[in-house]
């Protein structure tokens, strides 16, 4: 329902279809960005993740550039300090993301953009750059004058951007199922649910892989 929060008001839904969300934190998604997730996927010796996550990192070391951020920040960053989930789905791995008006920049778009053709995305990335090109007059004025680490003052909206794109990319980097993204800009969580929920009621099931930490 509109007035809750979208991600509380979204697990609520889902909870009516016996898929039970909550927020959630992984070590590979972490304030050090890339240079974290570099840090961590080295660190389990798991040759399945070597490649993708190889791809990943160097995909978003190009977006943290065209971004401008400084990436000796990032290195300088705490590894303990992870970034929080909206939702996830234990049983099956699976993160979810709800996305307000402050998802949908310019800076989101430039992003986007750099993504190969061939990611593995839980949504459409044709619909997103759309609406991040209608959005941004409104969406990139959201937070202007806040700094953000690695972007300086200001760089708020591009630290969201980057962190958009290290969800997307680590996630099935990592050996998770491609990382939902859910629309609601209107801020209305119930209603995005009911928009995905042929995708997420299935997940009731289980799914049977247990998250990895």
């Not at 590979?28 to 080295?42: M, P, T």
């Not at 990943?56 to 070391?61: T, V």
């Not at 290195?75 to 998802?103: C, F, K, M, W």
Request: aromatic share 8%; with cysteine; glycine share 10%.
């Amino acid at each position: 329902m509109a007035g809750a929060d979208p991600h509380v008001a979204f697990a609520r839904e889902a909870a009516r279809d016996g898929v039970e969300l909550r927020g959630g934190a992984f070590d590979w998604l972490s304030e050090q960005g890339h240079v974290g997730f570099e840090r961590v996927a080295k660190a389990r010796r798991d040759p399945a993740i070597v490649a993708p996550a190889r791809a990943a990192i160097e995909i978003l070391g190009r977006i943290f550039a065209r971004l401008r951020g400084d990436v000796t920040v990032l290195a300088a960053s705490r590894e303990n300090l992870l970034l929080p989930i909206d939702l996830v789905h234990e049983p099956s791995g699976t993160l979810i993301q709800v996305d307000g008006p402050e998802h949908f920049t310019s800076f989101r778009l430039t992003a986007l953009e750099l993504y190969p053709a061939e990611a593995v995305l839980g949504y459409d990335p044709g619909e997103y750059r759309r609406l991040c090109a209608e959005l941004a007059p409104k969406s990139d004025a959201i937070a202007r004058g806040l700094p953000a680490k690695a972007f300086g003052f200001g760089g708020v909206q591009r630290e969201r951007a980057y962190h958009d794109s290290l969800f997307d990319l680590a996630t099935p980097a990592m050996g998770h199922p491609p990382l939902i993204r859910v629309l609601a800009v209107d801020g209305d969580g119930a209603a995005a649910y009911r928009r995905v929920r042929d995708m997420v009621a299935p997940l009731s099931g289980g799914g049977g892989r247990p998250t990895r930490p």
